[in-house]
């Protein structure tokens, strides 16, 4: 094939991106090794990602500090039933209708006692903020 000439879409195309990947030297010449490396470029890549949208997010109501030490201060306990929460829904049907069925009760729950469960809310931003704040 010619030098700078695209092929037709189809298995032409997938043959030339595998050829190319192929080119591409390994950083390690351990298959291992390269798998962990990519293990943890994915997880790390994926949790800064997180935390910028999760910023984001908490910007539109908080203000741009609070919204950070929001984020950091998340505590490890929260942040591995998070994980194990959004696993459980991902993994299998049922999985998601527990997960969303019980985030549906928790928010009925509290617009029901939406005084009272706003001012808990304030609270333990307010805590988890400060908490932010402090490790920063």
């Known amino acids: 094939m010619a030098k700078g000439v695209l092929p037709k879409p189809g298995k032409a195309a997938k043959t030339v991106i595998k050829q190319a990947a192929d080119a591409v ?3 390690s010449p351990n298959p291992m090794t390269n798998l962990i490396i990519a293990d943890l470029a994915l997880r790390g890549g994926g949790q800064l990602l997180r935390h910028a949208v999760e910023r984001t997010l908490l910007g539109a109501k908080y203000s741009r500090t609070d919204a950070k030490n929001l ?3 998340r505590s ?3 942040t591995l039933i998070g994980t194990a929460v ?9 999985g998601a209708i527990v997960v969303g069925g019980s985030l549906l009760a928790k ?3 509290d617009r029901r006692r939406s005084k009272a ?3 808990e809310g304030r ?3 307010a805590k988890q ?5 402090d490790e920063g």
Do not use: F
């Not at 959004?86 to 049907?93: C, I, T």
């Not at 903020?129 to 704040?133: N, P």
């Open 25 to 27: 030297p390994a950083p």
């Open 71 to 73: 984020v950091k201060g």
């Open 76 to 78: 490890m306990a929260q």
């Open 86 to 94: 959004v696993r459980l829904a991902m993994r299998s049907v049922p």
């Open 107 to 109: 928010t009925l729950y």
């Open 117 to 119: 469960a706003a001012s």
């Open 123 to 125: 609270k333990a931003i």
């Open 129 to 133: 903020a400060e908490k932010g704040a």
